[in-house]
DNA sequence: ATATCCATACAGACATGAATGTAAAAAACG
DNA sequence: CGTTTTTTACATTCATGTCTGTATGGATAT
């Protein structure tokens, strides 16, 4: 084979960042040769190498396809700004949801848990920067909801930011582990309703 | 060099595991040849295939020397049985107090964050192990919080027990990716502590 | 006590295989 | 025909496992 046309050769690039989805997944990235990812794609590692540099930048556009900062997740909720625990409540089932599409599911896992540092690659520095991210917006909307007075009386709006970072955390680590074992969905907003219900004023100590 | 005492061929043994755990922690596993190891513990590889059978065997050993399930945890600090909120904080104490030894932190940040799967090693099969085991446990004593009545109205022992489970296995993650970011024990304490007043039913449910 | 002998604890060299990067050839498009 | 895409072939590097060599420790016999 060679030369199809240009939009043929854009399927290929494709192709092999679906066969590093793959492959990395299963074997983790350390054990893939780009051989094999290129074999998995039906070509050869020229093709490998003619649309990438090297491992590290198939590695970086196979992350790319799945970027998607927390923020933008809230904006396409349509979220009003008036209720920012409500605020949160949807950003995290916009986060939820995009994790149960295979593709998301895939590559965060292999971010996470099935790859080390490599090349110019450390991946716990983007984890660090997702998260960090992540953490910023919480700390907005519960700085908010805390001048709202919408917080547990006692309950500093810093330690609640964290306290549902690390249940976010936590929740995509273990599921990542096994997610054929259960429902992130499921189980993910029934841990954020539950915790959003403890950390919530309630009404008695409103009136 | 040749053979000195038995004590001294541990002595070798116990240096191996230590430079693995500096090189592991530092390049990955993956990246890092046995070759490096034995030469940062000022040896050479003969030491480490007499020592050990391969690289997995060699990882293998060196989380043995950290394992710590989380009921000796518990058993470690004497709680009583009457109090199981309280003994979960204790849990949970002497948990952070471990992580803030070198040992073992340099460990679990190789286990979590710097290998993927090599040889017959798995590290996500051993982190969920560790998971459930801990899980397991808190299980056990929020079920006996709730039968005493001790866990807010509407809060189901099973959330309650993976709330808590999420948050210490976000803040691990989190905390891991940069130990030296600031001290778990101290965030890690207020954490919990803000968590389980939240989970305590209040005196004013109770009477 | 000391000489002998074997197992132990390493060091060093070697063979193998695998992955990488590159360069050159080949095939198809325009 | 020239350019773009892909294959094929090649050179290099590097980790692994194995094998051999060797000096010592310790047990046993004398």
Redesign the pocket.
């Known amino acids: 084979?060679?030369?199809?046309?240009?939009a043929?050769?854009e399927a290929?690039?494709e192709a092999l960042l679906d066969a590093a989805e793959e492959v990395f997944f299963d074997n983790g990235v350390a054990?893939t040769?780009?051989?094999?990812i290129?074999r998995h794609a039906?070509?050869?590692?020229?093709?490998v190498?003619?649309?990438f540099k090297?491992?590290a930048d198939l590695f970086r556009a196979m992350l790319d396809r799945v970027r998607m900062p927390f923020e933008e997740l809230v904006a396409e909720t349509g979220a009003s700004h008036d209720s920012p625990l409500e605020t949160v409540r949807l950003g995290f089932q916009q986060s939820l949801l995009r994790l149960e599409q295979p593709r998301h599911r895939r590559v965060l896992a292999i971010l996470i848990h099935r790859c080390e540092f490599f090349?110019d690659i450390d991946p716990c520095a983007i984890q660090t920067e997702m998260a960090g991210e992540c953490l910023d917006a919480l700390g907005g909307y519960f700085a908010d909801a805390h001048r709202l007075g919408l917080l547990k009386q006692g309950l500093a709006p810093e330690v609640a930011t964290r306290l549902l970072q690390a249940i976010l955390s936590g929740l995509f680590h273990d599921w990542l582990r096994d997610p054929d074992a259960y429902s992130i969905y499921e189980r993910g907003m029934a841990l954020v309703d539950a915790q959003l219900a403890l950390m919530r004023r309630d009404e008695a100590e409103a009136a």
Do not use: D, F, I, V
């Not at 040769?33 to 094999?36: A, D, F, H, P, Y």
């Not at 039906?42 to 093709?47: E, I, P, S, V």
């Open positions: 084979m060679a030369r199809r046309t240009k043929e050769a290929t690039r054990r040769s780009l051989e094999q290129a039906g070509l050869t590692r020229g093709a190498y003619w649309h090297n491992k090349g």
